[in-house]
């Protein structure tokens, strides 16, 4: 049976591929939220390091079609379907939602066509979370294209670019409890595991 995923050296080739349609910094925090989901996944017993990484490495692939807001999501999801990844194409959409029933809660609005949106809002409610999509979640706020960040640095970015959002709090309350989830697998702080995380301060 095919995978959902493509192999590391397919995904980097993407990447790469990506990255010369659309340059930016989002390269190098994809590489950034990957070896995060890599480094944790490798001390969770129930997850895949390769998997994880790859799954990180391409969460933000729909950034390819350029400079866009969070249509980059559905952009992603049609990318990684058109290429048999759908395990792809459901990070990335998932990685964007702390609350799948309150889509509007902590994301920036929706740049893209109405009908993407409703079946953005219909897909994530769905199915069901797995640790994957939580994983390439938190590690999307501790990747930052400088390398590896604390939390509170990187949502802090983020709330300086697009500014505040309803249910920002409760997203960043919840941020910090995956955090602690995750810790209960890899019995250590997960910045640990993150290295360089404190020159970035």
């Known amino acids: 049976m095919q995978r959902g995923y493509p192999d590391r050296a ?4 993407e990447l790469k591929k990506a990255g010369e349609l659309n340059p930016g910094k989002w390269i190098d925090h994809s590489y950034s939220v990957a070896r995060a989901c890599e480094n944790i ?3 969770c017993p129930h997850l895949d390091s390769e998997k994880a990484f790859v799954l990180g490495l391409l969460h933000d692939i729909g950034r390819r079609i350029g400079v866009v807001g969070q249509k980059h999501i559905y952009a992603g999801y049609d990318y990684a379907l058109s290429q048999g990844w759908h395990e792809v194409a459901r990070v990335s959409l998932s990685h964007s939602f702390y609350f799948p029933d309150k889509p509007d809660w902590g994301t920036s609005p929706y740049d893209g066509a109405p009908e993407e949106w409703a079946f953005i809002k219909k897909y994530i409610t769905s199915f069901e979370f797995d640790d994957y999509d939580r994983l390439v979640r938190l590690a999307d706020a501790l990747g930052c294209a400088e390398g590896f960040c604390i939390i509170e640095k990187r949502v ?4 300086l670019r697009y500014g505040e959002m309803p249910g920002m709090i409760e997203k960043w ?4 409890a995956e955090k602690q989830y995750f810790e209960t697998y890899t019995y250590c702080n997960l910045y640990d595991l993150l290295p360089g995380i404190k020159e970035n301060l």
């Open 10 to 13: 397919t995904a980097e080739a």
């Open 41 to 43: 996944a490798a001390r």
């Open 156 to 159: 802090v970015d983020v709330a």
């Open 173 to 176: 309350r919840k941020m910090f």
